[in-house]
């Protein structure tokens, strides 16, 4: 096979040769976990070295938007991203002068900032580890990862070659897929947009275009305010099984309500009558709801944890969408733009499922089985977003790198489909069922194993207990540094 080594950009260093730890991946988790590698102060330089093909370190997928009318769904005190310093982000605000320039930031609750300022935040985080040397950022996408001489070796899409003695796979939120019928009826239309993240993806939807957007959750709602900033009029559908939007964040300061961790319920069902308890409370108390979402989600990963296999998959098909819609609530200013939407007649929710399209030539034609009683009802719109989210049953095979590691047995997906298998220590499970020691899984990836792994808290927290166990790892290899030449 030929290949080739294009050159390097101007600013970018050759990556090195040989790393104690790669990390695979820098968006939030992977940044995070370089981070705190790097803190710590025992390793050396070129020891910790970053896969990531973005400019940028700790934005990822999540973040990594410029697009000022994007912002983070949860307020900026419970963006608990620094461990040992929960408001880091909340000061950084104030002090680099990001909040004076984002005045609209200021929600009833808290500070909804933009998504591009936690990114900058973050950016800010890794760069005295950058500019020191001690993480190397390569600016190239992990494509093959691979045991040779007891040690793993990484191969970037841009020639950069890495040995290394750990790797953590923080490759994140795979790319999401658009349901059969729409690609299969529209596959190579442009009028289907299976994307909407990546910043210009709705650029070319004219102000007074008809949207039918599949999908009504977060990332729905994301390209409406998108759609909205940039001036479109229109009217935009919002079609999903439930024809539910997600919740809104409640107003004022409140504690976390309830205890599950004393007697932790060990099925699904007893689980749904411990939260339903705590409602009755919470409602008789006059507290919000969503003081028990966030019990919930503190708690999740022990809850998770307690539950028997059977059980895990019992809540994920009978309670998950339930839990999502009101775990993944929507900002302030988002709660407040889906209400003046709906006043003015210009969004509409529709609960039902596609069972034809018929792409005609100035719109697209689509029939609806409408819930609950699957009248067919037929829509027409000149643009059809698909906002389902990330594909994370299809998490291996979205990426070269991890379906060769699963095809050599060195990982395998978790017993979910939530992402990919690992133990309780982080570490990937292998296809014998035994634990990989240094192979570790970050992030959203790990959700199986965890259960309430998504947000920013949780997602530091694993960070740190990694990062603990990369710490205590003795090495076998004593490396020497080369650099490779160009
Ligand atoms: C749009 C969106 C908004 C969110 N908003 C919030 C919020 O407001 N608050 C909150 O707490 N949580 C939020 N989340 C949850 C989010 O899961 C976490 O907060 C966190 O950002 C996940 O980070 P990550 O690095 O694991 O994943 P990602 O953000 O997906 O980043 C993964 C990174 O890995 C890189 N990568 C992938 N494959 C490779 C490869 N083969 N080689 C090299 N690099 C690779 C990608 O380029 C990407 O930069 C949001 C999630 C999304 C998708």
Redesign the pocket.
């Known amino acids: 096979m030929l290949r080739i080594t294009l050159p390097l950009p101007k600013d970018v260093t050759p990556a090195p040769t040989t790393s104690r730890v790669a990390i ?8 995070s976990l370089a981070r705190l590698l790097a803190v710590n102060g025992q390793y050396g330089p070129d020891d910790i070295v970053v ?4 400019a940028g370190l700790g ?6 938007t410029r697009n000022p009318s ?1 912002r ?3 307020a900026a005190h ?2 608990r991203a620094v461990p040992g310093d929960p408001q880091a982000f909340v000061h950084w605000l104030s002090a680099s002068g990001r909040l004076d320039l984002d005045p609209d930031a200021v929600g009833d609750g808290g500070i909804y900032a933009r ?1 591009a300022d ?1 990114a900058a935040f973050m950016a800010e985080q890794i760069q005295p580890f950058l500019d020191r040397g001690s993480v190397r950022h390569v600016r ?4 093959r990862i691979c045991r040779r001489h007891g040690r793993w070796q990484i191969e ?1 899409d841009r020639g950069a070659s890495v040995q290394s003695d750990i790797v953590v796979i ?4 795979p790319p999401p897929t658009p349901p059969d019928l729409l690609s299969d009826s529209l596959g190579g239309d442009a009028r289907l947009i299976s994307d909407p ?1 990546p910043s210009g993806a709705l650029q070319a939807i004219g102000p007074d275009d008809k949207v039918l957007v599949v999908g009504a959750g ?2 729905a709602l ?1 390209a409406l305010g998108v759609l909205r900033a940039k001036g479109h009029c229109a009217e935009v559908t919002l079609l999903s099984r439930t024809g539910q939007l997600p919740q809104p964040q409640a107003s004022g300061d409140f504690a976390p309500h309830g205890d599950f961790l004393i007697g932790v319920p060990n099925t699904a069902l007893s689980l749904l009558e411990r939260v339903r308890f705590a409602l009755e409370e919470v409602t008789e108390a006059g507290l919000p709801w969503q003081s028990v979402f966030d019990a919930l989600r503190h708690q999740g990963q022990a809850i998770w944890q307690a539950l028997p296999l059977v059980e895990q998959r019992r809540v994920l098909r009978h309670l998950r969408r339930r839990f999502e819609a009101h775990r993944f609530r929507m900002s302030p200013q988002i709660a407040e733009l889906v209400e003046r939407e709906r006043a003015a007649g210009r969004l509409r929710s529709r609960a039902g499922r596609i069972v034809a399209v018929r792409p005609g030539h100035a719109e697209i034609v689509v029939d609806i089985a409408t819930k609950p009683h699957g009248i067919v009802v037929r829509h027409a719109a000149r643009w059809i977003i698909a906002a389902t989210g ?1 594909d994370h049953g299809n998490v291996i095979g979205s ?1 070269s ?1 991890l379906a060769d590691m699963e095809g050599s047995g060195l990982l395998r997906k978790d017993p979910h489909g939530l992402g990919i298998a690992c133990d309780e220590d982080s570490r990937a499970v292998a296809r014998d069922g035994y634990p990989v020691e240094d192979l570790f899984i ?4 790990a959700r199986g194993a965890f259960g309430e792994l ?4 949780e ?1 530091a927290a694993q960070a740190e207990r990694i990062v603990q166990q990369v710490l205590a790892m003795r090495f076998a290899t004593t490396r020497t540094i080369t650099i490779r030449s160009l």
């Open positions: 695979i991946g820098g968006g939030f988790t992977g940044a896969f990531e093909s973005r934005g990822g997928l999540a973040y990594g994007l983070l769904n949860v419970r963006m998504r936690f190239e996408r992990a494509e970037g923080a490759t994140g939120h993240l977060l990332t994301d990330p990426q790198c970050a992030g959203p990836l998504t947000g920013v808290p997602i």
